[in-house]
């Protein structure tokens, strides 16, 4: 996709100014500017980052983070996710966690398919510092097996308590879905016992059939399966 995987980490550099920190949160200052013979600090902008698996399953669910940086005062904002809706459903967003504070998701709706915006907010204006993340995407593998998408943010807005724009850069991330992989019916990647459990379930129609829960591929899930999986634990 010509792109380079985002390593999902939060980064929060210690700037250290002629040897003392310049203020309590040194994570947050990059420069020293002269304005009218005045000292001024240079606030670094905030990283927004989604962090997502490399290679879901088809017909599986997964989520993706939306990690944010070392972050003062922070009190809410809105953004657009986008993605592409042929591969990727998006069936809910949740609240995210800096330090011990929940970041609310107030609402989000579907601007147009494969776009959603989402608004978050903390209740009163006490504002939070720190890092985490902002919300969990829930989504849902509607594609087949070789296709993409980005998972992209654009048009985002975080503001403090003061209601003034925390400056902020957004970047993505993307997932290829995974080739299916016959045993895996729960689509963890793995097969183990989890997986013949999947497939007793599928059979008495408590669970919606997976792609890997036909083990012998022959078009139907039943009991056959349940010997290939057991199969395929012991001596596959």
Known sequence: MGKVKTIC??????LVVLGMALSPFPAMETALLLEGG?????AEPVEVIVCAPDEPAPDSDFTAGISIGEVVGFDGGYYDVYFDASVLRLDDVTPGLIESTTISVEEYWEVSPGTWRVVQSLPGAIGVNGSGYLAVLHFHVIGS??????ISLSNGSLYDTMAEEIAATWTGDSIVVAPVLPGDANGDGVINALDITKVVRIIALLDAQTP???VNQDGTVNALDITATKWTICCG
């Open 145 to 150: 097996e070789g296709n993409s998408s980005d």
């Open 9 to 14: 980490r939060i980064l929060v550099p210690a």
């Open 38 to 42: 005045a000292v001024v600090v240079a």
């Open 212 to 214: 890997g829960a036909d």
